[in-house]
């Protein structure tokens, strides 16, 4: 099945710093995903980006699919961004199977 | 707009007794919908997923089982938790079809074992 790695695994940011979050996956994709979950625990759906780029906001994402990466950037980093950034992947052949990375851990500081 | 309630969001369970967790979506009709198990400090682990009444894929062999009794309900059941079964529990939507859309979830419930 389709293996999902998130890079880096901790950042620490000073507030309105600039950063950019990696997700490499091992096979095509027809779902590729991004989720901010917060220190509470609630998972927010970011983008839904299989390809292309995509921007709200302060965020965009960049999915290349023929070279099996996703780019988060979120620029002037917030406190409120703090939290784990998921990657998560899926393709048709598995079914509805979505494969999630192991997560950024991002802390923004003041 | 579409919404997504679990509940309860804390629970405290000995070993051995049984477990029902509960999530409904407002909203929207025929969802595809999801269970996810997040342990400590780890990534999202789908446990079940469901594209209709009565259809339940399972993802991971375990003493969790899950029904969909109603187009908009899905239920996380146990008859015996092990100490094992701790952890974060989430449930999600996404629209249906047998395509791909994005997944918007629930705001969870933390199951703890003692």
């Known amino acids: 099945g389709i293996q999902v790695e998130q890079s880096p695994p901790d950042l620490i940011l000073q507030e309105g710093a600039n950063s950019t979050l990696r997700c490499n996956f091992s096979d095509s994709v027809n779902n590729l995903q991004w989720f901010h979950q917060n220190p509470w625990g609630q998972l927010i759906n970011l983008f839904y980006?299989?390809?292309g780029t995509k921007q709200n906001g302060r965020l965009s994402a960049t999915t290349v699919a023929t070279e099996r990466y996703s780019l988060l950037y979120i620029s002037s980093s917030q406190t409120t961004d703090s939290g784990v950034y998921f990657c998560a992947a899926g393709a048709s052949t598995g079914g509805f199977k979505t494969i999630f990375g192991a997560g950024t851990r991002l802390f923004v500081k003041a | 707009s579409q919404t997504i309630h679990q509940w309860p969001a804390t629970l405290v369970q000995p070993v051995g007794s049984p477990l029902s967790l509960e999530c409904t979506v407002e909203g929207t009709s025929n969802p595809n919908l999801y269970w996810y198990r997040q342990a400590a400090g780890r990534g999202l682990q789908l446990l079940f997923y469901s594209v209709g009444i009565g259809q339940i894929s399972s993802e991971v062999p375990q003493n969790l089982s899950a029904s969909r009794p109603q187009d908009r309900q899905f239920i996380l059941s146990s008859k015996k938790l092990l100490l094992s079964d701790s952890g974060f529990y989430l449930c999600a939507w996404s629209g249906p079809g047998q395509v791909f859309q994005p997944q918007h979830f629930g705001d969870g419930t933390r199951l703890s074992i003692l």
């Open positions: 980006i299989p390809s």
